[in-house]
C-alpha cells in the first residue's frame, strides 16, 4: 500500500497522559499535513510541514501540541497532557508541491481517533 | 482568518435525484478543492479548480469555480446510495496556492428512505 498511513487508528487513554500519532506520507510528497476533525465539522487544519520544515502551526494550537517531522519523511504529532478536549479524529494528509502548483491536492490517511477519558 | 463556507449543511435526496450545494468565501480562494468523506475515513479529492469560470467534471460530478473567486458550486446528477456522505470544499488560504489548505464545514448528503 503506497497510500497515507497513520498509526495508531484509535487510542484511549487517561487525562493527563501523553500520547503520540505516527504519521508516514506518501514517499515522493514533500508536503505533510495535521488536521484535527470533531464530529459534524470539517478539518481544523493544525500544522504543516514542507519537507523537515514547520511553515506554520495553527494559533489554535497550544503548547501542549507539538509536531516533528525530523528527516522530511514520517511525522509525528505529540499532545502532552491530554485534556478531554483533545478527543477528535487526527488527520494526516501529503501532497507534492511543484512548480505547477498542485499543493492543494492532498492525499489523507485514515486518521487516528482520540478518546480522553 | 479566511474561511469557508458551506451550504445547505445537510440534505437528503431521493436515489436519481440531482444534488446542488456551495462553497462561499469573504475573500478571493484561487483554486477550490472539492472532497468527499465517508464515514471512518479520510477526505478524497473528487475535483480540483484552478481558473475563475472554470467547469470541470468527474463522471457524474460537476464543479465550478465561480466568477468571483469568492464562490463555487458542486453538482451531483443523477444520485446512487454511494453518494452518500460529506463534501468538503477546500482552498489555501493565501494568495499563493501554496499556502496551507482550509477545509469548510461541509454538507452531509443522505437518502431518504
Known amino acids: 500500500d503506497t497510500g497515507v498511513s497513520q498509526d495508531p487508528r484509535h487510542k484511549i487513554t487517561k487525562r493527563g497522559q501523553n500520547v503520540t500519532f505516527r504519521c508516514d506520507p506518501i514517499s515522493e510528497h514533500n508536503r505533510l499535513y495535521w488536521y484535527r476533525q470533531t464530529l459534524g465539522q470539517g478539518p481544523e487544519f493544525l500544522t504543516y510541514?514542507?519537507?523537515?520544515?514547520?511553515?506554520?502551526k495553527s494559533r489554535l494550537l497550544s503548547d501542549r501540541f507539538s509536531a516533528e517531522r525530523p528527516k522530511g519523511s514520517f511525522s509525528t504529532l505529540e499532545i502532552q497532557r491530554t485534556e478531554q478536549g483533545d478527543s477528535a479524529m487526527y488527520l494526516c494528509?501529503?501532497?507534492?508541491?511543484?512548480?505547477?502548483?498542485?499543493?492543494?491536492?492532498?492525499?489523507f490517511g485514515e486518521g487516528s481517533r482520540l478518546t480522553v477519558l | 482568518g479566511q474561511q469557508l463556507n458551506q451550504s445547505p449543511q445537510s440534505m437528503f435526496i431521493q436515489e436519481g435525484e440531482d444534488v446542488s450545494m456551495n462553497c462561499t468565501s469573504s475573500?478571493?480562494?484561487?483554486?477550490w478543492l472539492w472532497y468527499k468523506q465517508d464515514p471512518g475515513e479520510g477526505p478524497v479529492l473528487l475535483i480540483a479548480l484552478y481558473k475563475a469560470g472554470e467547469l470541470t467534471s468527474n463522471g457524474r460530478l460537476t464543479a465550478q469555480f465561480g466568477i468571483t473567486r469568492k464562490d463555487s458550486f458542486l453538482n451531483i446528477s443523477a444520485s446512487i446510495p454511494s453518494d452518500v456522505g460529506i463534501y468538503f470544499c477546500a482552498g489555501p488560504s493565501g494568495y499563493s496556492s501554496a499556502s496551507k489548505i482550509i477545509f469548510g464545514s461541509g454538507t452531509r448528503l443522505s437518502i431518504r428512505p
Open positions: 510541514f514542507q519537507n523537515e520544515a514547520q511553515l506554520e
Open positions: 475573500s478571493i480562494f484561487n483554486t
Open positions: 494528509a501529503s501532497s507534492l508541491l511543484t512548480g505547477g502548483n498542485r499543493a492543494g491536492e492532498l492525499f
